[in-house]
T-cell receptor, first 110, second 116 residues
C-alpha cells in the first residue's frame, strides 16, 4: 500500500492566500524530497530535506521536516497564479526507489 | 542541464499490441526509472535500473517489461497492451540512487498512452 500519504488532494485558493500541503510517512525517512508539476508539464525537483526538524525557505515557499522524520510540509505564503500545479512529496523507502505521495493539486483564482 | 527525452508525447495503440516507450538521458546518469501517473494515485514506480542490463521491479511491474542495453537509454515495453494501461508514463534519471543526498530525479516530458 501507499507508504506516504499526502493531504489535501485538492486546494483552491484566492490569489494572495496562503497554502499548505502535508506529507505523512508510515516509517521514518532518511530524507524527503518535494517536486512541482505545472499543468501539462513534468515533475521538477524543488528541494530535499535531510535533518530532523529542518526548515528551508525558497522565496515564498517554506519546507519543514518533522522532528521524527515521518512528516513534512510545504507552505506557500501569498500565492500567485504562477504557483498553480501539483506538489508531490517523495521518500526513499528502499534502496534505489523513490516513492511519491498522491500529490496536492493547487488552483489559484486571480 | 540534464535532459531526459521521451520519444513520443502522445501515443494511441490498440488492445493486444506490443508497445515500446523509449527514453534517453544525456547526463551519464546511472539510474533510470519508469513511472506511471494516474489522477489521485500520484506517481507509481513500474521498473527501475541502476546499471546497464540491470533492472529491478518497482511497485506495479505487472504487464510491463524493460530493457537497458545502453547506459543512456531505458525502454518500457508493454507486451500486450490493455485498456487499463492507458496512462501518462514518465521516465526519469538520477546520478546516484534517488535516496542519496543531492541526487534528485530528472523527468522527461511524459508520454500519454491511450489503449483502445
Amino acid at each position: 500500500g501507499q507508504q506516504v500519504m499526502q493531504i489535501p488532494q485538492y486546494q483552491h485558493v484566492q490569489e494572495g492566500e496562503d497554502f499548505t500541503t502535508y506529507c505523512n510517512s508510515s516509517t521514518t525517512l532518511s530524507n524527503i524530497q518535494w517536486y512541482k508539476q505545472r499543468p501539462g508539464g513534468h515533475p521538477v525537483f524543488l528541494i530535499q530535506l535531510v535533518k530532523s526538524g529542518e526548515v528551508k525557505k525558497q522565496k515564498r515557499l517554506t519546507f519543514q521536516f518533522g522532528e521524527a522524520k515521518k512528516n513534512s510540509s510545504l507552505h506557500i505564503t501569498a500565492t500567485q497564479t504562477t504557483d498553480v500545479g501539483t506538489y508531490f512529496c517523495a521518500g526513499p523507502y528502499s534502496y534505489g526507489k523513490l516513492t511519491f505521495g498522491q500529490g496536492t493539486i493547487l488552483t489559484v483564482h486571480p | 542541464d540534464v535532459k531526459v527525452t521521451q520519444s513520443s508525447r502522445y501515443l494511441v495503440k490498440r488492445t493486444g499490441e506490443k508497445v515500446f516507450l523509449e527514453c534517453v538521458q544525456d547526463m551519464d546518469h546511472e539510474n533510470m526509472f519508469w513511472y506511471r501517473q494516474d489522477p489521485g494515485l500520484g506517481l507509481r514506480l513500474i521498473y527501475f535500473s541502476y546499471d546497464v542490463k540491470m533492472k529491478e521491479k518497482g511497485d506495479i511491474p505487472e504487464g510491463y517489461s524493460v530493457s537497458r542495453e545502453k547506459k543512456e537509454r531505458f525502454s518500457l515495453i508493454l507486451e500486450s497492451a490493455s485498456t487499463n494501461q492507458t496512462s501518462m508514463y514518465l521516465c526519469a534519471s538520477s546520478l546516484l540512487s534517488p535516496g542519496r543526498i543531492g541526487s534528485p530525479l530528472h523527468f522527461g516530458n511524459g508520454t500519454r498512452l491511450t489503449v483502445t
